[in-house]
């Protein structure tokens, strides 16, 4: 089974840590879905990451939702998804949080790279990253987001944080900082979050996918 995936992606880490989480093994690539040489189209018409292309001759999968149901079908055991269907939804709520964010902070970094971004599209942006996490925030309690259990939720808050720190270290500092000077540390403004994310650092799956910024060469926007 073949990944492929953006090194800073918080969609394609959500899927990584499922694969890992499940002991299913497979290749991993990293690409760039921005650059001319992408081969992101030829696997998906909406041109992004990440993408799975199964061993079998099944059709690759792309929008990281999709292929994490995907994985819950082929891959049932350890379950990432509860069996409640109180705490399913409990789970997909969360998981809708943590990817609007998501969404968001990449509409953002893009409108960053322009000679002359939008400030209005920047404070909307940002108003939804603040919003989101701030949920997040009161959501968070001492363990893990939905009952004692490793969950889908799990994966995307942690996925979600880790591109917090790459906005940390990224222009997104000044651009951010101009709309509010609280922002960063993240750690400090959303501290429950930050034991969150301290508490799952070791493990194993979390460890090994940190994302990492990749070098954007051709123009985007
Ligand atoms: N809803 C999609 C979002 C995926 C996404 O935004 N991927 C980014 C990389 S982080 C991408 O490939 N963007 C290229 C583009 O939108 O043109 C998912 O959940 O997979």
């Known amino acids: 089974m073949l990944l492929i995936s953006a090194s800073p992606s918080p969609f394609a880490r959500k899927v990584r840590i499922a694969l890992m989480e499940k002991g299913v093994e497979f290749e991993l690539r990293n690409e760039i879905p921005w ?3 992408t081969e992101t189209p030829l696997y998906n018409p909406l041109e992004q990451l990440p993408i799975l292309i199964p061993d079998n001759d099944e059709e690759p999968l792309y929008g990281s939702d999709f292929i994490l149901d995907w994985i819950e079908v082929e891959y049932p055991e350890p379950r990432l998804l509860p069996a409640d269907k109180r705490e399913r939804l409990a789970v997909q709520r969360i998981q809708v949080l943590a990817e ?7 509409l953002s970094f893009f409108e960053c790279q322009r000679d002359h971004p939008s400030p209005d599209w920047m404070a909307r942006q940002f108003r939804k990253i603040l919003g989101g996490l701030g949920a997040l925030e009161l959501r968070a309690g001492e363990g893990l987001f939905v009952a004692d259990q490793f969950t889908l939720a799990d994966v995307a808050v942690v996925s979600l944080l880790g591109m917090m720190d790459i906005a940390e270290q990224q222009e997104m500092q000044v651009a951010w900082r101009d709309l509010d000077p609280t922002i960063f540390p993240w750690r400090a403004r959303f ?27 051709q123009k985007v926007m």
């Open 35 to 37: 650059h001319a040489d």
């Open 100 to 106: 609007g964010v998501m969404d968001a902070l990449v």
């Open 191 to 217: 501290p429950a979050l930050a034991r969150f994310e301290g508490r799952l650092r070791d493990r194993p799956s979390v460890a090994a996918t940190g994302p990492f910024m990749f070098d954007l060469r």
